[in-house]
């Protein structure tokens, strides 16, 4: 087993959670001129979270999923 510097990782984890605070932030300024009337909907999508994460790393393990995707991504723009 390769060894990990604990300090690379906690740092590691410190830009994934900026980055997701980000993201999050982005996201509740979205739903709020979007949903105004909606104030639980943020928390409705967190909630999907755990979902997304197990299809994205499906997709991520098929390498069927490259092709179709990049195939199509070229009609869409």
């Not at 979205?30 to 999508?45: E, K, M």
């Not at 393990?61 to 723009?77: D, G």
Request: aromatic share 10%; with cysteine; hydrophobic share 45%.
């Amino acid at each position: 087993m390769p060894f990990r510097n604990p300090y690379v990782l906690c740092a590691v984890e410190v830009e994934l959670e900026s980055i997701q605070e980000r993201y999050i932030q982005v996201l509740r300024s979205y739903l709020q001129h979007t949903v105004p009337h909606n104030p639980n909907r943020l928390s409705d999508l967190l909630a999907h979270i755990p979902e997304i994460q197990t299809a994205a790393s499906l997709l991520l393990e098929s390498k069927m999923f490259y092709v179709p995707f990049v195939l199509n991504s070229a009609n869409i723009r």
